[in-house]
């Protein structure tokens, strides 16, 4: 084809223009590709945490009381919920622990162990001294790291748990956990030792729960809520989804930003090879090429400038993020896991820029495309 | 001797305001085969006459025939058709593309016209030999003198086998020796391949070589001389300077 001939011919003939134009675009979907891998591999590390730190529903007491009466039911009727993977029942109350005439406020919370290592994997993954089981055997305690060293104590140490309307207990600190500053307020006891705490039966505060689809918290959540509990997903509890749909609001600004940014390079570079060119289109008229001759080898021009660039783009763009993935740069770290810098670019992205930055470049080209096609031969012709 | 271009009462008036008579009833009839020269002062409307013949630019009343057709009132896409079909072009400037060398350059009308690559190609190189240009094949113009550029253009104005081609001062922006050559190589192709050559020129000289001279002066012809023999015979009026 004639159009294809010519357009080739001008973009081979016109190297410097012709790399300046695909750089650009280029340059403009690398910097496209690399903020949304970027956002993508935050949302990914941020579901990690909630993953592991944060329990996907909560139940707690309902309206107009404190205690959840009668757990074992309610434990048996989420265990009917398909998906939930792990419930783990707490007693919470606040604390205040003191050492050596230290005093530092707590959440003090009666757990069972196993279940709760289906929820956190505290006790499995972030022990950094002693263990989590050992609280099981009664008047111990686990706490954070910089909780230990905000009272001075160290394994094997008594620490005095009061508050008021509560029991004093004597507790033997048999584990210290590190997780990086998630859960610094948490003290962990046994059941036992909570109910002890605040003289009570057999009642807790907390059932939290662990689903295999975290996307389903809020269905899970609702259908606790009609057995007349308070029941809270971690998307309504934790602010995170707001900040999650800001940052794709703003991910689709830069990118929107960006594509117009370069499509108006590439309407530009159109603009000005048309005047450029006004002559030789007068030339190429009186040889018989027809309007629309005219405007394809221009549209084709901008299409393939539009291709390149895109598809550079997203080259430079995935290599630069599997590099950058290579050099595993920590951004923060605690003994069982690490932050990476890390981009994780979507594999649609790489079909969809070029797409994209090919009709926009198309897009771009129409209006000069369309001044091309309908010069006046004899006008061109005189320049 | 049969027509091969019938114009009746061609009229060109430009400019909204001011009128300004670029062609005035113009009626000229022109045989296939002929070389036929336009002389005449600056402004005085040949250009104007060749776009029309060309098929660039459309008369403001008149008629235009191409070989027994009415094609005054043709479509945009039936010009551009003709002209890539019957049509052969040669400017003041070359035009030629740039980018592309000498035979890219000759092969563009054919390449237009749907024609294989490989056969245009072959043709293109034929007509460079012909104008003495079949060492500097792959030469793009501007590694080409002016000469040499403008005897391009001739190869491309011939490559579609047009049957007339059109030169709007095809010589002047070349010295004589060059203007000579372009001449000699337009009359032999014309003895070859009888093609009717249409051109407008300041070269008197040039002018005298050629079958019949028209005079336009203020968008009328107004002397009209036809080769018999060696000689020019005046059918009007003539002042030829
Ligand atoms: N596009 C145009 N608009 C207005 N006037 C024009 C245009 N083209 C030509 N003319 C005028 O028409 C007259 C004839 O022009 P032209 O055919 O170019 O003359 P020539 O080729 O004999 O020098 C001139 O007076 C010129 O200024
Ligand atoms: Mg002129």
Redesign the pocket.
């Known amino acids: 084809m004639f159009e294809l001939y010519a357009a080739r011919k001008h973009l081979t003939a016109r190297r410097r223009q012709t790399l300046l134009a695909v750089g650009a675009v280029a340059l403009a979907v690398t910097i496209t590709i690399l903020f949304r891998s970027l956002i993508n591999g935050f949302e990914g590390t941020i579901n990690d945490i909630i993953f592991q730190f944060v329990p996907h529903v909560t139940v707690l007491p309902k309206d107009g009381e404190s205690r959840i009466y009668l757990y074992k039911t309610l434990l048996d009727a989420v265990w009917t919920i398909p998906g939930v993977t792990a419930a783990s029942p707490a007693l919470s109350t606040a604390a205040s622990l003191s050492y050596g005439g230290k005093v530092e406020n707590v959440v003090l919370r009666g757990v069972v162990p196993d279940e709760l290592n289906k929820i956190s994997r505290i006790g499995l993954d972030y022990m950094v001294e002693g263990d989590l089981d050992s609280i099981e055997i009664g008047r111990r305690v686990a706490l954070d790291r910089e909780m230990a060293e905000r009272l001075d104590l160290k394994l094997g140490d008594t620490v005095r748990a009061s508050f008021p309307d509560a029991r004093t207990l004597n507790l033997v600190v048999t584990g210290i956990f590190d997780t990086g500053g998630f859960s610094t307020n948490y003290a962990y006891v046994s059941m036992k030792t909570a109910r002890d705490f605040l003289g009570e039966g057999s009642v807790i505060t907390e059932v939290q729960i662990k689903l295999d689809d975290i996307y389903r918290a809020d269905e899970v959540a609702a259908s606790l809520r009609e057995l007349g509990y308070n029941a809270e997903s971690w998307q309504s509890q934790s602010g995170i989804v707001e900040s999650i749909q800001s940052r794709r609001l703003s991910n689709t600004m830069i990118m929107l930003l960006v594509i117009i940014i370069s499509a108006f390079g590439i309407a530009n570079i159109m603009n000005l090879l048309v005047l450029e060119k006004t002559r030789e289109i007068g030339m190429m008229m009186a040889m018989g090429a027809t309007s629309s001759i005219i405007r394809r080898i221009f549209l084709i021009e901008a299409g393939v400038l539009g291709l390149a660039g895109g598809t550079a783009g997203c080259l430079i763009g995935y290599g630069i993020a599997a590099y950058v993935n290579s050099l595993a740069i920590a951004l923060s770290s605690g003994p069982g896991f690490s932050i990476y810098l890390n981009f994780v670019v979507d594999p649609r992205d790489l079909l969809i820029f070029p797409l994209v930055t090919l009709l926009l470049s198309v897009a771009a080209g129409v209006y000069p495309a369309h001044q091309a096609s309908k010069l006046?031969p004899?006008?061109a012709l005189?320049g | 001797m049969s027509k091969i271009i019938d114009i009746k009462k061609l009229r060109?008036v430009?400019?909204d305001g001011v009128e300004?008579?670029?062609?005035d009833d113009v009626d000229l009839t022109i045989e296939e085969g002929e070389v036929l020269s336009i002389v005449?002062?600056?402004?005085?409307?040949?250009?104007?006459?060749?776009?029309m013949i060309g098929l660039l630019d459309t008369p403001t009343s008149g008629e235009i025939w191409l070989k027994g057709q009415n094609i005054t009132k043709a479509t945009p896409a039936e010009r551009a058709r003709l002209r890539n079909k019957e049509l052969g072009f040669i400017f003041q400037f070359h035009h030629l593309l740039p980018e592309f060398n000498a035979v890219e350059n000759v092969m563009m009308p054919l390449l237009i016209a749907g024609v294989e690559r490989k056969e245009a190609r072959q043709r293109a190189i034929d007509l460079l030999e012909e104008v003495g240009l079949g060492d500097r094949l792959n030469n793009r113009p501007n590694q080409l003198s002016g000469g040499q550029n403008q005897r391009v253009a001739v190869a491309r104005a011939l490559a579609g086998h047009p049957s007339i081609v059109i030169g709007?001062?095809p010589t002047g922006n070349l010295d004589t020796k060059s203007s000579d050559m372009i001449y000699e190589l337009l009359r032999k192709l014309n003895r070859e391949m009888n093609q009717t050559f249409i051109l407008?020129t300041h070269d008197m000289a040039m002018a005298e070589k050629t079958d019949r001279i028209l005079r336009?002066v203020d968008?009328r012809i107004v002397c009209e001389m036809r080769r018999e023999g060696d000689e020019f015979v005046s059918h009007d009026l003539c002042h030829l300077d």
């Open positions: 006046d004899v006008v005189r | 060109k430009y400019g300004l008579v670029a062609l005449g002062p600056s402004g005085s409307g040949k250009s104007t006459l060749l776009n709007d001062e407008v336009l968008g």
